[in-house]
T-cell receptor, first 114, second 113 residues
Framework: AQSVTQLGSHVSVSEGALVLLRCNYSSSVPPYLFWYVQYPNQGLQLLLKYTTGATLVKGINGFEAEFKKSETSFHLTKPSAHMSDAAEYFCAVSDRNAGNMLTFGGGTRLMVKP | DGGITQSPKYLFRKEGQNVTLSCEQNLNHDAMYWYRQDPGQGLRLIYYSQIVNDFQKGDIAEGYSVSREKKESFPLTVTSAQKNPTAFYLC????????????FGDGTRLSIL
């Protein structure tokens, strides 16, 4: 069975600072990997995904993530935080052999200080 | 625009009452999902359906029921057997293999009166 761990349920950064949200997965086969963002009282919006090819993927709103197979990680970064980035972020994985069922991490709430 | 519509946005349930949450999609997706989200927790899968007239239990199906009579609709009923129904409920849909993302509705927040 797959599992997803997001280190740090809350992360606080200053506006303009680097954002780093961590995601590690456990899977016998490298899965498909996704990052979603959730604003208060809304659904989840896809930020980016890794399926194959280049391990550094770029998403919306200036976010990017790098798939590191040796570290079983898919950390999300953004060079400079904006106030509008304050939200909850979820990492999710999909088993390549199990259709499009997703396993989610517990989420990380990003707070941005002025 | 294509998307997923969940209604109502807010719902209140009395003790012993069944309530039904609506989920409609016009993305022509085969697969649909229901998740429960509690404060500070990730998403937990309640039920999913890969095709019309077929659905499967997820990790926390007890106290819930679903139907999938039409491709575009996947309503969730929270029954009186669900003892702790207060949560945020999210519906999603997807199409194709696992490299395709799930698309989410805006959720329904259910509270107990």
């Amino acid at each position: 069975a797959q599992s997803v761990t997001q280190l740090g349920s809350h992360v606080s950064v200053s506006e303009g600072a680097l954002v780093l949200l961590r995601c590690n997965y456990s899977s016998s086969v490298p899965p498909y990997l996704f990052w979603y963002v959730q604003y208060p009282n809304q659904g989840l919006q896809l930020l980016l995904k890794y399926t194959t090819g280049a391990t550094l993927v770029k998403g919306i709103n200036g976010f990017e993530a790098e798939f590191k197979k040796s570290e079983t990680s898919f950390h999300l970064t953004k060079p400079s935080a904006h106030m509008s980035d304050a939200a909850e972020y979820f990492c999710a994985v999909s088993d390549r052999n199990a259709g499009n069922m997703l396993t989610f991490g517990g989420g990380t709430r990003l707070m941005v200080k002025p | 625009d294509g998307g997923i519509t969940q209604s109502p946005k807010y719902l209140f349930r009395k003790e012993g009452q069944n309530v039904t949450l609506s989920c409609e999609q016009n993305l022509n997706h085969d697969a649909m999902y229901w998740y429960r989200q509690d404060p500070g927790q990730g998403l937990r899968l309640i039920y999913y359906s890969q095709i019309v007239n077929d659905f499967q239990k997820g990790d926390i199906a007890e106290g819930y029921s679903v139907s999938r009579e039409k491709k575009e609709s996947f309503p969730l009923t929270v029954t009186s057997a669900q003892k702790n129904p207060t949560a945020f409920y999210l519906c999603a849909s997807s199409q194709g293999p696992g490299n395709q993302p799930q698309h989410f509705g805006d959720g329904t927040r259910l509270s107990i009166l």
